[in-house]
Each structure stands twice: as structure tokens, then as C-alpha cells.
């Protein structure tokens, strides 16, 4: 158990609608990362958020979106989904930022999809 | 950007043998970090060893080691006595050093399946 919860664990939608997935990173963890896992397209970062402020975006679609709360939890907001959106999300959390290794531990993932 | 390269789609191994797996990367960077992690049918990403760019000597883990080669761009992975439990999706990653992101970068995985 890595210490980062990610909620729900499956997700079945429809195309069209809008879905929100909730992490919760280790205890003294700052910052959080959405991976983004699928057949074709394998491992892909989504976005970062430390301590509350996005810091880094990779290949997240404009459709998507995401936050981090005061308490350090994030969401991931997906909209006018698609079937090609069908993928495992995960959650990773690391302690800092910068230079340090800060390993990233990860979540169980949510496995979304769109049908 | 950098890029990483797992060339083994899939590998096995017998139990109690050892398993190399390779990983290349491409960066213009002189100080990175290097991961491997494991991901078993539960699909839970885990991760296995780490390897500092700066640092000469190669990680170990228990039975889990590398041979990190940083002229040769070439992080590989090397799995003693294995397991049945070894089995599953290997992942070799890549971590920028600089400021801005500390995203991980990862190549396409390598299947591992250990025989009994």
C-alpha cells in the first residue's frame, strides 16, 4: 500500500458526460500528479499541482481539468467524454519539488470507461 | 524532450534464474534520476529501485539491481533469483532534475513472466 488513495475505483460512463476522480496523496506529501495509462498511447503525465498551484502540464486535453485542494487532495475533472478517453487515471504524490529525488508513489488508479 | 526505450516487449525467465531488462534513454541533460517500476496484474504502479545520474555506483535492492551506464544512455535492470511474484509490467522512467516539472517520462514496458 503505497499510501495514496484514489476514489472511485471504476467508472462506467457514456460519452458525453462528466466525471470527476478524487486522489488523496500520502500523509506530508505536497505534490500531486495525474498519469494518464492506455493501450496506445502507454503512460502519459497529465498535470501537477504543488501545495495547491498547478506547476507542470503535459498532454492534458483542453477538456480536461484539475485542482488541488487546501487539504492537499486533487481532482481530476474529464468532460465531453469520449470512447477513445477510456484509460487507467493515476494518482502519484511526492514529498517536494526541485532538485531532490522525491520519489512518486502511486495510487490504485481509476479505471474509467466510456461506453 | 527526452524520450525512453524499452526494446524487450516481452521477456521470461525460470524461476530461480536471473532476468536482465533493458531500458535506453535520450536526454541532453547532465543530471536526471532513473526509476524502475513494477506493475503486477493488480495494476498498482510500485516502485522498485532509483538511480541518481550523479552518482556512479549502481542502486541495488535486494534482488533487484541495475547497470547504469550514463555515456551509453543505458539503464537496465537486473532481476536475481526471481520469483513467481516478479511477474508484471516493468516500467523504466526517467526524471528531469530541473526546476519547472518533475514529471516522470516512461517508456512502453516491458512483460516479464516467470516460469515455474
Known amino acids: 500500500d503505497s499510501g495514496v488513495t484514489q476514489t472511485p475505483k471504476h467508472l462506467i460512463t457514456a460519452t458525453g458526460q462528466r466525471v470527476t476522480l478524487r486522489c488523496s496523496p500520502r500523509?506530508?506529501?505536497?505534490?500531486v500528479y495525474w498519469y494518464q495509462q492506455s493501450l496506445d498511447q502507454g503512460l502519459q503525465f497529465l498535470i501537477q499541482y504543488y501545495n495547491g498551484e498547478e506547476r507542470a502540464k503535459g498532454n492534458i486535453l483542453e477538456r480536461f481539468s484539475a485542482q488541488q485542494f487546501p487539504d492537499l487532495h486533487s481532482e481530476l475533472n474529464l468532460s465531453s467524454l469520449e470512447l477513445g478517453d477510456s484509460a487507467l487515471y493515476f494518482c502519484?504524490?511526492?514529498?517536494?519539488?526541485?532538485?531532490?529525488?522525491?520519489?512518486?508513489?502511486f495510487g490504485p488508479g481509476t479505471r474509467l470507461t466510456v461506453t | 524532450a527526452q524520450t525512453v526505450t524499452q526494446s524487450q516487449p516481452e521477456m521470461s525467465v525460470q524461476e530461480a534464474e536471473t532476468v536482465t531488462l533493458s531500458c535506453t534513454y535520450d536526454?541532453?541533460?547532465?543530471?536526471?534520476?532513473l526509476f524502475w517500476y513494477k506493475q503486477p496484474p493488480s495494476r498498482q504502479m510500485i516502485l522498485v529501485i532509483r538511480q541518481e545520474a550523479y552518482k556512479q555506483q549502481n542502486a541495488t535492492e535486494n534482488r533487484f539491481s541495475v547497470n547504469f551506464q550514463k555515456a551509453a544512455k543505458s539503464f537496465s535492470l537486473k532481476i536475481s533469483d526471481s520469483q513467481l511474484g516478479d511477474a508484471a509490467m516493468y516500467f523504466c522512467a526517467y526524471r528531469s532534475i530541473q526546476g519547472g516539472s518533475e514529471k516522470l517520462v516512461f517508456g512502453k514496458g516491458t512483460k516479464l513472466t516467470v516460469n515455474p
Open positions: 502519484a504524490s511526492s514529498v517536494g519539488i526541485g532538485t531532490g529525488s522525491y520519489e512518486q508513489y
Open positions: 536526454t541532453s541533460e547532465s543530471d536526471y534520476y
Open positions: 500523509s506530508g506529501d505536497l505534490s
